[in-house]
């Protein structure tokens, strides 16, 4: 269970903007929008996917379902390591998203987690395994998807010598 966690209910807020004219057709009306969620101050820039008559040069939605799901698998896991003692110190994630084209409908099909985690010596690897499973099943967002989202952790472990110098091994 999730402290803190009771019968209220969180809602999430998203202002988004467009404008310009489609009047032009598929092929050349601007896909470039804003996107922000108060309080937050900042706002996104985003498009669609470049395949899709894009800019490149801006956020996609698909990318960012997959930066939330890699996000949100995060803080569930610092989460868990803070929940248990477990001293986390990096925490890099190389993650991918997939959508194959021939499957209807179109949509993102599997999100591949792929953290490197750095931590502190003390925990074994099958523990820090199991404890990535476990803020698996807690993410919010991995739960709220259709899309399989798998995770497959690289754990490393540091200690520090008396001389300050670390030590790595995994």
């Known amino acids: 269970m999730i402290l803190g966690m009771g019968d209220h209910v969180h809602t999430y ?21 804003t996107i ?3 309080p937050a101050g900042q706002h996104l820039a985003l498009s669609g996917d470049p395949a899709f008559g894009g800019n490149a040069g801006l956020l996609n939605p698909e ?4 930066q939330a799901a890699a996000s949100c698998q995060l803080l569930s896991f610092l989460a868990v390591c803070a929940r248990a003692r477990i001293d986390v110190l990096t925490y890099d994630d190389d993650a991918e998203g997939v959508m194959p084209e021939g499957e209807r409908p179109m949509r993102l099909t599997r999100i591949v987690l792929r953290p490197t985690i750095t931590v502190a010596e003390g925990p074994t690897e099958e523990r820090l395994h199991k404890l990535c499973h476990i803020a ?10 259709k899309t399989e989202v798998v995770v497959e952790p690289t754990v490393q472990f540091t200690s520090t010598r008396g001389d300050g110098d670390r030590r790595f091994s995994g």
């Open 13 to 33: 807020q998203a202002l988004l903007s467009w404008s310009g004219t489609t009047a032009v057709g598929y092929e050349a009306y601007d896909r470039s929008h």
């Open 36 to 38: 922000s969620s108060p």
């Open 63 to 66: 990318q960012l379902l997959v």
């Open 136 to 145: 698996h099943e807690e993410c919010f967002i991995a739960n709220s998807l």
